[in-house]
């Protein structure tokens, strides 16, 4: 028999919360202090987004020799050690700054990453891509020109430059690192042939560049890739999505 002088405890009866509604969470035991939902019911935090920014480069493909025969003709490259250890050539190039053209930028880029001089003839053409670094997500573009020898000597003191040297025209497919540059290599082919047939007037005129009005962002990353960079954009700037400026 149960003894007379326990009492049976009673259970506390939920009090409304203000406007006449009760509190789910204390009826079901899972009271948060904070009034937030239990960690199960809790929605998940949707994934930050990346800011997408645009960068625009331009660089050149100096030819010394151009007057002569091809086979006599030589290429200025860069090369740049990557994270695998692997020496990379490619183009010079560089980001436009502020006030500059493309063309300005081209000549510039190339005398501080090779140490010599070239005058612009003929654009090549844009390159374009993405990658991501410091938790942004990079939209790149490069304009190329074909360019001539005018002086100087190879130097490789940039500090973003491993080596620096002059390749033989014909051996710019093995040499260059990338497909899109590779297929650059073979529009300067093209237009120095009908520079040798025609004379200068054949080379179409040069698209116009107007000065950069305002500063751009710049990565640390300019001389990475992604693995299977995104093939040219000839003579224009893509705009499909997929690429910046370096």
Known sequence: MSDPSIQPRKRPVPQPVPGGHHNNAALNGNADTKGKQSKKGRPR???DRLRTVHETSAGGLVIDGLDGPKDGQVAALIGRIDRRGRMLWSLPKGHIEMGETAEQTAVREVAEETGVEGKVLAALGSIDYWFVTEGRRVHKTVHHYLMRFLGGELSDEDVEVSEVAW?????????LAYADERRLAEVAGELIDKLHADGPAALPPLPRSSPRR???THSHTRNRRPDGPAQPSLGAERTNGCGQGP
């Not at 390749?167 to 040499?175: A, D, I, Q």
């Open 167 to 175: 390749v033989p025209l014909k051996e710019l497919p093995s040499r």
């Open 45 to 47: 935090r949707p994934p």
């Open 214 to 216: 305002r500063p751009q």
